[in-house]
């Protein structure tokens, strides 16, 4: 069965600070996907970014950047600059490549508070 | 463009009640998908609609049952409600096309809020 894991369940900072998110996960598949998720005040689940597991090149993306690293089963998530706009609940997650449906698998989550 | 869409967004039932949700996706989107949100927690994956047929579930009872309408919404029927049931209940949707299933990236909408007493 898989698992996500997010080992802190909230960290507060002030602005202009950076984060790191931390994300453990178990699967017995091999080929998987992995993603995170912003989720605001609001409700909906905002989209970040999504990372197949036989490409462990890491990358930047404006304020985010995240670790992969297959052979700890990591996929950390860094805000670079934190504004009070990244305020919320974070959600690492996990899918199958090949499965009919693309169930995906949440970790608790960790709620970042940014001071200013 | 508008993205998903639900209704209602909060609801107040009692223990044994029924409940309906309805869910209108993203535009050009084809999958519905639908999770359960718990105070404090990871959305759970409920179940999956495709071309009108449920793709996939998760460990739902069979309280937990939905149907998908031509036109791609969806609703979410929960019966016999149960005090644990109350939740923050999200639909996604996706487009089924080209890439494997679990690449897809989805879209989610804001919720809809049930409170059963």
């Known amino acids: 069965a898989q698992k996500v894991t997010q080992a802190q369940t909230e960290i507060s900072v002030v602005e202009k600070e950076d984060v790191t998110l931390d994300c453990v996960y178990e699967?017995?598949?091999?080929?998987?996907?992995l993603f995170w998720y912003k989720q605001p005040p609001s409700g909906e689940l905002v989209f970040l970014i999504r990372?197949?597991?036989?490409?462990?090149q890491n990358e930047i993306s404006g304020r985010y950047s995240w670790n992969f690293q297959k052979s700890t089963s990591s996929f950390n998530f860094t805000i670079t600059a934190s504004q009070v706009v990244d305020s919320a609940v974070y959600f690492c997650?996990?899918?199958?490549?090949?499965?009919?449906?693309?169930?995906?698998?949440f970790g608790g989550g960790t709620r970042v508070l940014v001071k200013p | 463009d508008a993205g998903v869409t639900q209704s209602p967004t909060h609801l107040i039932k009692t223990r044994g009640q029924q409940v309906t949700l309805r869910c209108s996706p993203k535009?050009?989107?084809?999958?519905v998908s639908w999770y359960q949100q718990a105070l404090g927690q990871g959305p759970q994956f409920i179940f999956q609609?495709?071309?009108?047929?449920?793709?996939q579930r998760g460990n739902f009872p069979d309280r937990f049952s939905g149907h998908q309408f031509p036109n791609y919404s969806s609703e979410l029927n929960v019966n016999a409600l149960l005090l644990g049931d109350s939740a923050l209940y999200l639909c996604?949707?996706?487009?089924?096309?080209?890439?494997?299933?679990?690449?897809?990236?989805?879209?989610f909408g804001a919720g809809s809020r049930l409170t059963v007493l």
């Open positions: 996604a949707s996706s487009f089924t096309a080209g890439l494997p299933s679990g690449a897809n990236v989805l879209t």
């Open positions: 699967t017995r598949d091999t080929t998987y996907y």
């Open positions: 997650a996990l899918s199958e490549a090949e499965a009919a449906g693309n169930k995906l698998t």
């Open positions: 609609y495709y071309e009108e047929e449920e793709r």
């Open positions: 990372r197949n597991s036989f490409d462990e």
């Open positions: 535009s050009g989107h084809d999958t």
